[in-house]
């Protein structure tokens, strides 16, 4: 399992419009960086209270990027 389909298993557990969720990657020297794009309506579900779902995200991708000898980043793109 790559950091996509990794990170699309994590958001489409959270989401109610899951066909509008797309991830896009992107590699360079830094490492990669996954921008991920929600239905509006989902955003607040996937940013949660004071940001702590993502933030809880990222945590996890970086744990997972650790493993697998990446960085991973995420943004969430509107």
Same mark, same amino acid.
């Given at each position: 399992? !790559?950091?996509?389909?990794? @990170?699309?298993? $994590?958001?489409?557990? @959270?989401? +109610?419009? #899951?066909? !509008?969720?797309? $991830?896009? =990657?992107?590699?360079? !020297?830094? %490492?990669? /960086? @996954? @921008? /991920? +794009?929600?239905? &509006?309506? !989902?955003?607040?579900? #996937?940013? %949660? +209270?004071? %940001?702590k779902t993502i933030d809880a995200i990222r945590t996890v991708l970086r744990v997972y990027g650790s493993?697998?000898?990446? =960085?991973?980043?995420? &943004?969430? #793109?509107?």
């Open positions: 399992m !790559d950091a996509v389909e990794f @990170l699309k298993f $994590i958001v489409t557990s @959270l989401v +109610k419009n #899951v066909e !509008d969720v797309e $991830i896009e =990657r992107k590699d360079d !020297d830094m %490492g990669t /960086l @996954l @921008l /991920l +794009k929600i239905n &509006k309506d !989902d955003m607040g579900t #996937v940013i %949660g +209270k004071g %940001g493993k697998t000898n990446a =960085r991973v980043n995420l &943004k969430v #793109v509107e």
